[in-house]
């Protein structure tokens, strides 16, 4: 299964833009699918998950400026991000995990695309 992400880009502080995570599989196969991401000197962090019903998990920084969702139809996954902030600025990653390992693995990552905030 590959993780192929977009839709990063150069935005002003107080802006939007929407992330794009499409599988090459079902989503079905994930128990959870989620976005991360790694500022420049800073450890990856997660920012937020979708579970296979549906239930989200949000960073508290982030909480209430993004939103998570997924298409299960076009084996996707979306990070609506608005109000951005410079401290927004990162790679961003997505993420699948599969508590039954697909070919031997649990966790599988796209190949992030940056996002970067202006001031």
């Known amino acids: 299964v590959q993780l192929q992400a977009s839709g990063g880009g150069l935005v002003q502080a107080g802006g939007s833009l929407r992330l794009s995570c499409t599988a090459s599989?079902?989503?079905?196969?994930?128990?959870?699918m989620g976005w991360y991401r790694q500022a420049p000197g800073k450890q990856r962090e997660r920012v937020a998950l979708?579970?296979?019903?549906?239930?989200?998990n949000y960073l508290d920084s982030i909480e209430g400026r993004f939103t998570i969702s997924r298409d299960n139809a076009k084996n996707a996954i979306y990070l609506e991000m608005n109000d951005l902030k410079p401290e927004d600025t990162a790679v961003y990653y997505c993420?699948?995990?599969?508590?039954?390992?697909?070919?031997?693995?649990?966790?599988?990552w796209g190949q992030g695309t940056l996002v970067t905030v202006s001031s």
């Open positions: 993420n699948g995990y599969a508590a039954r390992p697909i070919a031997g693995l649990n966790n599988y």
């Open positions: 979708i579970s296979n019903i549906g239930d989200t």
């Open positions: 599989g079902s989503l079905s196969s994930f128990n959870w």
